[in-house]
Nanobody, 130 residues
Framework: QVQVAESGGGLVQAGGSLRLSCAAS????????MGWFRQVPGKEREFVAA????????FYADSVKGRFIVSRDKSSNTEYLQMNNLKPEATAVYYC???????????????????????WGQGTQVTVSS
């Protein structure tokens, strides 16, 4: 079973930047695709970004495209979400997650489904003040 843990959340002013980290353990990181989601109380968990196991493919929600960057460092088993030009509507708890091993690959048609992911971290709070 893969375990993941997020860190790096905090309070930032609109227009600022934060970098979230997701550390993975329990399985060779090099074969893990990973995703980021966020959730606001009372709303469904929302897809933010994802990266394929090879790192060659990245996926973004339209609302963050051009401002957020997902990357991975295989040497440290860590995935990153660099968030730039943050807006108040980005305020949420951010989660990293690993898809089911039975999913052959992340694609643009399946990557946004939170049900695809089976290992979730505890989340890290991001608050963007206006």
């Amino acid at each position: 079973q893969v375990q993941v843990a997020e860190s790096g959340g905090g309070l930032v002013q609109a227009g600022g930047s934060l970098r979230l980290s997701c550390a993975a353990s329990g399985q060779p990181f090099t074969i893990l695709s990973m995703g980021w989601f966020r959730q606001v109380p009372g709303k469904e968990r929302e897809f933010v970004a994802a990266i394929s196991w090879s790192g060659a493919d990245t996926f973004y929600a339209d609302s963050v495209k051009g401002r957020f960057i997902v990357s991975r460092d295989k040497s440290s088993n860590t995935e990153y979400l660099q968030m730039n030009n943050l807006k108040p509507e980005a305020t949420a708890v951010y989660y990293c997650a690993v898809p089911s091993p039975y999913v052959p690959a992340l694609t643009s048609s399946n990557v946004r489904s939170w049900a695809l992911y089976v290992s979730w971290g505890q989340g890290t709070q991001v608050t963007v003040s206006s």
